[in-house]
């Protein structure tokens, strides 16, 4: 890759860029990397042009594209922080800053590790684009694993797997998410990758064909109905993804109903109901299987109407259908609000915020978890597990790990709700404190206002590290 095709790329997603300061940039980089080479044998600035350009993909605008660039600069090169905030000002250096791991002395092995997904998270909580310039880092990381030693290349794809694919996930970018897995997949799982792409490829040509013949007729179906069609297209499933439904159902293909899928993007609202409802007209539905993430989007943002029905020939086919802009955000998700578009626009960083409240959940576990593996556990089950969402007496919608209870729904509105707790209330009925919240749940808390500490029961049934945290800090006194 060279600096010319970058700023091609850059202009043809955002006319108005600054490709003068871009190619400032990547002299700079270039000049600092110069003579490094990465294990491949190319030349370093190459990592720095791939990351750029993933953000550029992105469509992200140029103060992100310049940090990319030069984003291992400091780290590992004779050029400082401070030169680049001279030559860049001081938002670019603050993004290359929060991007940089810590010093190479202070820690070792898996202390190290912990203490750099420590600093990265509230790097993160700081200025979330600082994960986007990670995640394009990664990328290219992950593209260029293969002349690690195999420890290495390991650790890598299972970080990437385990900690920035959720990460993508809950941050709405259902496009990144699923490169991370299948380019971390062939590492983390070699035997059962190559399994699954033997039986995949053996497949596919079957379903292209179907694909295009039942677009076909979905398009005649519209037309008739004078609905207009943004477009239409049978999206692959991600190879990671699929595996980890195949392992719920025994391996067995014929449980994956959405193995076919077809895309449908229409320009309102109204239309995709319209369309929900020709489809049905058409072809019968199967039962439980109308999702109408439209009137209740997932905890992240995602929306579009899902259905699965009895297609031509009676082949089981997964419909979505949404409109351009719910398909920006499932494709992007934050991202899209760092496009160069919507700088002028840009939300405050408190609306981001409470559109992404876990962030703060993961400043709250970085400070109240000190115990090194115990917060890794943390993260992994209060942040990055399936999630429910429920809703507060107001309407509010929190969002909870899988097997949550009213317990840990009360601690995680307010440590004072959770210590004072006596009953609950789920959708208006009494309740058990340890039942196991379900998606749609309205929960209510009642608090007795003289309780002076939780009981430690409770610890039998919490699911949530910060629930259990803050009984035990009661236990111990
Ligand atoms: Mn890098």
Redesign the pocket.
Known sequence: MTIQTLLKEVKSKNPKADLDLIRLAYDFAEEAHRGQKRLSGENYIQ??LA?ASNLANLGLSDTIIIAGLL??VP?DTAKTIEDVEKEFGKEVAALVKG?TKLGKIKYRGIQRYIENLRKMFLAMADDIRIILIKFA??I??LETLAPLPEEKRKRIALESLEIYAPIANRLGMGELKGRLEDLSFPYVLPEEYKMLTRRVKERFKEEEQYIKKAKKEVEELLREEKIEVVSIHGRAKHLYSLYQKLLKHDMDFNEIYDLIAIRIIVPTISACYATLGIIHKNWKPLKGRIKDYIATPKPNGYQSLHTTVFCLEGQVVEFQIRTPKMHEHAEFGIAAHFHYKEEGALKSKKDLRKEFAWIKDLILIQKEVKDQNQFLESIKTDIFQNHIFVFTPKGDVIDLPEGSTPVDFAYHVHTDLGNKCTGTKINEKMSKLDTKLKSGDMVEIIMDKKRKHPSTDWLEFVKTHLAKERIRRYTKR
């Open positions: 990592h720095s990351t984003h291992d780290e991007t880092d990664r290219h990381n």
